[in-house]
């Protein structure tokens, strides 16, 4: 069965901090995988798309990096700021396309 | 763009009865896709659509749901009979050429009593 799962299911920084949350995934074919932050709310937002033959992706404070040998992701938050409090998904697609594994996301709390 | 638009943002409705979900997906978009999110599943996927057309509705839970995509602009998702369990937040979300970047919708937040 396709999973993907994610680390840690919580997790608590203060204001200023860098964090590094992980996912792992069995999909295989492997067509991308994608990070979304759902702010409380609303609706997720993607924040990076990477294919397989990429290694890293940013935007902004956020950097994501794939291992497709290990079948690992990580989502770096750079300096956090109150406003990354969110809940973050790690999404991976299979080379059927639309067919996409989620994980149960990652909730981080930044405090000041 | 307006972004992908859902109506009603809220709906509270009694076991039994129908309800429909609607959503505009963002112009020009050729991927619709509906989600549906809880606690305890996390966000599922129910069907999407490819220029109108239904590809993969697998994740849809039973014969209760059904989802339609009239023309490039509009689809429904409908539920007929509600239960209680069908509680949650659905979402829709629109891709370009592409459906790797999907935009997604505010939600609608459903109740069923």
């Known amino acids: 069965k396709n999973q993907v799962e994610q680390s840690p299911q919580s997790l608590i920084i203060l204001e200023g901090k860098n964090c590094t949350l992980q996912?792992?995934?069995?999909?295989?074919?492997?067509?991308?995988l994608r990070w979304y932050k759902q702010d409380t709310g609303r609706g997720p937002v993607s924040l990076t798309i990477?294919?397989?033959?990429?290694n890293t992706k940013s935007n902004g404070r956020y950097t994501a990096t794939l291992d497709a040998d290990t079948k690992q992701s990580s989502l770096h938050i750079t300096a956090s700021q109150l406003s990354d409090s969110a809940s973050y998904i790690c999404?991976?697609?299979?080379?059927?396309?639309?067919?996409?594994?989620f994980g149960d996301g990652t909730t981080l709390t930044v405090k000041p | 763009d307006a972004g992908v638009i859902q109506s009603p943002r809220h709906e509270v409705t009694e076991m039994g009865q129908e309800v429909t979900l609607r959503c505009k997906p963002i112009?020009?978009?050729?991927?619709l896709f509906w989600y549906r999110q809880t606690m305890m599943r996390g966000l599922e996927l129910l069907i999407y659509?490819?220029?109108?057309?239904?590809?993969?509705d697998s994740g849809m839970p039973e014969d209760r749901f059904s989802a339609k995509m009239p023309n490039a602009s509009f689809s429904t998702l409908k539920i007929q009979p509600s239960e209680p369990r069908d509680s949650a937040v659905y979402f829709c979300?629109?891709?370009?050429?592409?459906?790797?970047?999907?935009?997604f919708g505010p939600g609608t937040r459903l109740t069923v009593l």
């Open positions: 979300a629109s891709s370009g050429k592409s459906y790797n970047e999907q935009f």
């Open positions: 996912c792992n995934y069995t999909v295989s074919p492997f067509s991308n």
């Open positions: 990477m294919t397989f033959s990429e």
């Open positions: 999404v991976v697609t299979g080379q059927n396309a639309g067919k996409s594994t």
């Open positions: 112009s020009g978009h050729d991927y």
């Open positions: 659509f490819n220029n109108n057309v239904p590809i993969d």
